[in-house]
């Protein structure tokens, strides 16, 4: 409801910031104390990771807000369309044509190209597994993305989170987050493809017929094809309801419960404050895994 509209719009709530302002006080100093290299080191990072904010500003660039993803708008659209809210969602024709104008990857909608089903169903089918700030699930599933980035930074095998194909054996998470950063699409799955069909896996025949006694078009060329148009295929229904539904990235909010501006007074629970207070971040992106935001 009301609380939802709130996160996912980032209306200003201040009900956490004096909860959080000596936490602010003692990282502020231990900043400001720091010698100059290792304070120009962070600032790089920070810069190379899309962003800074030294002094835990009130004013966000725009950039960082909500479901921008590195957007750079002009002061126009801003203007107009900024900050987005759950009331902007599904985001509608005219909305999307304004945004297409910013650096929005593919927004898609209803009437976009390659969008076959119908986002009200489809939207209605992930709502049971789709949670929004404010719901219980949702602060469940943050403090696992939490821990998981925990692990992560210590350098913990990729094999705790997920199964591991075999040529990502002895990937940390670390290494796991890089293999799947920008990479080319369906990348990852052509290899596993090639280990299985190496393994002696079979494409059933009672399906897929051969072309001939010794088959090379209708076996390893017809995976092939598959495994590049399942991604043509899914990708404009994926991304429009990524802009029926709307969510901040993890990122975000953890970094405006950081910086104070939710708290306990907004539902925030303990488990997932504590989770955030242990973390030192002086820039949004030092979250994630990759420059920019996940």
Known sequence: GDRSRKYSGYERSYGG???????YD?????????RPGEKDKER???MEMGGYDEAYKDNVPVEEVAFTKGAVVSSEITE?????SLKDYPISDKLA???RKASFISVSTQSSAGV????KKLVNFVKSFVHQPGDRRYWQELNYVIDLQKYRKQNKSADILMPLPNHWKGYSLEDAAQAVHNEYPAQHQATYISELISSGVKIDKNIISDTSKVDFINTIVLASALNTWSFQAVAPNTFAMKYAIGMPRPEEMVWRIFK?????????PRSTLKRIQNLDLGCME?????????
């Open 260 to 268: 104070g501006e939710y708290g306990r007074a907004d539902g925030v």
């Open 80 to 84: 107009n369309i900024y900050p987005l």
């Open 44 to 46: 790089a990072h920070c």
């Open 17 to 23: 910031r004096e909860f959080r302002k000596d936490e």
């Open 26 to 34: 003692k990282r502020r100093k231990k900043r400001s104390n720091q």
């Open 286 to 294: 030092q979250f994630t895994a990759y420059p920019g935001k996940s």
């Open 97 to 99: 044509k304004i945004m």
């Open 116 to 119: 076959v089903f119908d986002l």
